[in-house]
């Protein structure tokens, strides 16, 4: 069965830095890698999608990169600001008829 | 866009109770999604209509659970007899089947069910 490895150790990292965010996943890849937030408490919001044909996308200070050799997918927040602590979801479709599949998620805090 | 709402955010209940709850998705959404979450996991598909039709249940879903979408609009899940490994935030979520699968699936804040 298909398995997604996101950090399971919480990420820190310095205001204005930088946050990569790493997600590997096992057996073929999908048709769609999709990124999400989720904060205590609620429910996960839709950051981006990124197609298995396209190499890279941005939005804002957000940007995701998929290698479907290594089977990974990046997740980066330029110039990262406090208010990016939360809890980063990948998560995997391989049509448009399938169910979605979620990693357990990275929790990122970022500090002053 | 009022978002996906559910109810109750919270239930208590004992062991061997049934418990149903309700989700209302954005209006114009035809994708109906439940999911189930544990604390330090990411949401586990249960199930999934597409207007009033049910398209796929995870295996996860065992016999004491049910969900309906009668009007294709809101919808419940019931779980019947539970049992302690049901606590748990059971999510919805929707989304339109417009152009393709990229249409992302947007969330509501969950139903927290503890089992005493």
């Known amino acids: 069965s298909q398995k997604i490895e996101q950090n399971s150790e919480a990420l820190n990292i310095q205001e204005g830095k930088t946050a990569t965010l790493t997600c590997n996943y096992t057996?073929?890849?999908?048709?769609?890698l999709q990124w999400y937030r989720q904060d205590p408490g609620r429910g996960p919001v839709f950051l981006l999608l990124i197609r298995e044909n396209e190499k890279e996308k941005r939005k804002e200070r957000l940007k995701v990169t998929f290698d479907t050799t290594l089977k990974q997918s990046l997740f980066h927040i330029t110039a990262s600001q406090p208010a990016d602590s939360a809890t980063y979801l990948c998560a995997l479709r391989y049509s448009s008829a399938s169910k979605i599949i979620f990693g357990s998620g990275t929790r990122l805090s970022i500090r002053p | 866009d009022t978002g996906v709402s559910q109810d109750p955010r919270h239930k208590i209940t004992k062991r061997g109770q049934n418990v149903t709850f309700r989700c209302d998705p954005i209006s114009e959404h035809n994708r109906l999604y439940w999911y189930r979450q544990t604390l330090g996991q990411g949401p586990e598909f249960l199930t999934y209509f597409q207007n009033e039709a049910q398209l796929e249940k995870s295996r996860l879903l065992s016999d004491r659970f049910s969900a309906e979408r009668p009007k294709g609009s809101f919808s419940t899940l019931e779980i019947q007899r539970t049992e302690q490994g049901d606590s748990a935030m059971y999510l919805c979520a929707s989304s339109s089947s417009g152009e393709g699968a990229h249409q992302p699936q947007h969330f509501g804040d969950g139903t927290r069910l503890s089992i005493l």
């Open positions: 057996n073929y890849s999908p048709a769609y």
